[in-house]
């Protein structure tokens, strides 16, 4: 019999009992994870699945793109993401190249907005580009220490077909000239296609 009613959708063995691990960096979850799970599903979105094998490949690939936009020790990168991939790929990307995470929630004003990025000193915003996120976010680039947005499309993980009838057709912006995007971002060697045909292929295989 189970002491909390929550435990009842645990997947055994999970135990709310169970001890915590010793303390560690946080990247180490998805690292740890990877290694010991590596063919698992560690995330489920809509028609589109990852293992804990490719998301910490992807995850690697956002470290690398970030960190080829200066991002390291000191520098604060805030996520403006709805509940996609893109948040968790983006939460430990932004550890593993050795920088700093700041939540903004998507339903923030703008002026909560521009507070929250300012008094966190946000340098790198990754935002998505639908109207509601990016209406606010790109009025604030050069704003106190902000200086370049990331924009995330939903059709960077699943078919158009299904972001077209999540969000309806053509309300996802483009990049400026001054944006980059995510796909691109994480394109560091070539590999990466934006609308997945199959399992992602490592570096390894290539």
Known sequence: MTKHIWEKSYAPPVSWDFPLPAPQPVQKILQNAAAQWPDRVGLDFYDRTFTYKELLLLASRVATGLQALGVGPGVHVGLHIVNS???LLCFFGVLLAGGRVVNCSPLAARRELEYQLADAEVQILI????????????VLKGKARLRKLVICRLEDF???????SLVGAGLERSVTADEVEFAKLIDNDGCFTPHPLGPLVDEVAV
């Open 85 to 87: 991939p893109h948040y």
């Open 158 to 164: 699943v078919s158009t077909e299904l972001s077209r």
């Open 127 to 138: 935002t998505m580009g639908l109207p509601a996120l990016y209406q606010q976010a790109s």
